[in-house]
């Protein structure tokens, strides 16, 4: 018997359903994904927290899930709302389904709702709180529910996400999914020793810098500059992560205290944090940046590479020094998606060159990144003799 169920937006707006994966009612923003497949990806990115995600792709579960594809240790959204739940699982990977995944993992999601009229509700209001329900569809209450819940403006929700202590990563990505390039090529190991702060970091990004003959050590959001530094790292990484950039004020503290004195990447939330700690603002997009397909041109080359995003912040050009260069702009709306500071040894996009999900036309970054390590480890051995 179906269960039916009922997302409420905090404008009053009602989109009633039926219950998929693990019944229960849950709050957050709602948010929309544009990506054809990935879901389960999507699921476990901890940039998703207390963020219900609409599907635009009208059938979902298809390919059912596996034990391979998952970005971190759990699922972290919210809630998750599909047009069709597909219940016929047909691929040579999948070890169960999408229902069961969810009911596995407590992901309250609801089915059956027009996802195209929400998708075009969102974008002309704006990204909005919501309240998911498959146990109690009462409008009213569930309007109050959204109106009551907390907003994402100044919201840290890295605290949430991050690891609890520092740990070593060393598994790479398989060559399957890199079949028509010489990513795997024999290369040889460049030893390089990369600390990457954990704001809700991807499981590609870590293994995109293993595969490139990296050491990694990951640590926690609020780790000190004192204490990286004494692990002697060659460059630091930035990660992604949920919320306000602006509310994250220990993890820009931290970066700006490196500035200069390791070279560094940043990536999704971590290039907010980079544009903050090197004196920019950062502004809410009106409903962000999510999936697969987004168009970037890069400014330094000319080219514009489809690039995968999940972002509701922005960092805002005309608030970055003069000695800091935009070099990628959203092809849809203009915003700044990428920016460097040579002087600093710096550079950030706001999208993700790892994908998982997505194309991987921007990879060349993390080569871009070993080679900023290699000259500065270089500088500094010339400079000790």
């Not at 709050?27 to 389960?40: D, R, W």
């Not at 990428?338 to 002087?343: F, I, P, V």
């Not at 550079?347 to 994908?355: C, D, G, L, N």
Request: glycine letters at 8%; one cysteine or more; aromatic letters at 8%.
């Amino acid at each position: 018997m179906q269960t039916p169920a009922l997302l409420a937006l905090e404008d009053g707006t009602l989109w009633r359903g039926i219950a998929f994966g693990a019944r229960g009612e849950r709050t957050g923003e709602v948010v929309f994904n544009t990506s054809l497949t990935g879901y389960q990806e999507v699921l476990t990115d901890p940039s998703y927290y207390q963020q219900i995600v609409v599907m635009t792709a009208s059938h979902i579960g298809n390919t059912g899930v596996n034990d391979d594809d998952d970005e971190s240790a759990r699922t972290w959204l919210a809630g998750f709302a599909i047009r069709e739940a597909s219940l016929r699982v047909s691929n040579w990977r999948a070890n169960a389904s999408l229902d069961e995944y969810l009911c596995v993992r407590a992901v309250v999601s609801i089915s059956e709702i027009d996802t195209r009229a929400l998708v075009r509700h969102l974008r002309s209001q704006g990204a909005m709180r919501g309240a998911l329900s498959s146990v109690n569809t009462d409008p009213a209450r569930l309007i109050e529910m959204a109106r009551t819940s907390p907003s994402m403006n100044g919201a840290d929700l890295v605290r949430y996400v991050t690891c609890a202590e520092t740990y070593l990563w060393d598994q790479s990505t398989h060559a399957l999914w890199y079949p028509l390039s010489n990513f795997h090529a024999e290369r040889p190991t460049s030893n390089l020793h990369v600390v990457v702060f954990d704001y809700g970091i991807k499981r590609n990004t870590l293994r995109s810098l293993t595969t490139r003959g990296c050491r990694v050590t990951v640590v926690p959001a609020n780790f000190s500059a004192r204490e990286t530094l004494e692990l002697k790292p060659d460059g630091v990484l930035l990660a992604n992560g949920p919320g306000d950039p602006a509310a994250v004020t220990y993890a820009i503290e931290t970066t700006r205290d490196l500035l200069g004195r390791v070279p560094i990447m940043g990536i999704c939330l971590g290039h907010q944090i980079l544009g903050l700690a090197l004196g920019g603002d950062t502004y809410k997009l009106k409903f962000g940046h999510r999936g697969g397909n987004q168009p970037v041109k890069n400014l330094l080359t000319g080219q514009v590479e489809i690039t995968s995003h999940n972002h509701g912040f922005a960092v805002r050009a005309d608030s970055l020094p003069g000695d800091v260069e935009v070099t990628h702009i959203n092809l849809n709306d203009q915003c700044v998606e990428g920016l460097r500071s040579r002087q600093q040894r710096a550079f950030s996009v706001q999208f993700h060159p790892e994908a998982a999900p997505g194309p991987h036309d921007a990879m060349n970054l993390f080569d871009e990144f070993i080679e900023s390590m290699e000259e500065s480890r270089q500088s500094s051995v010339a400079s000790r003799q």
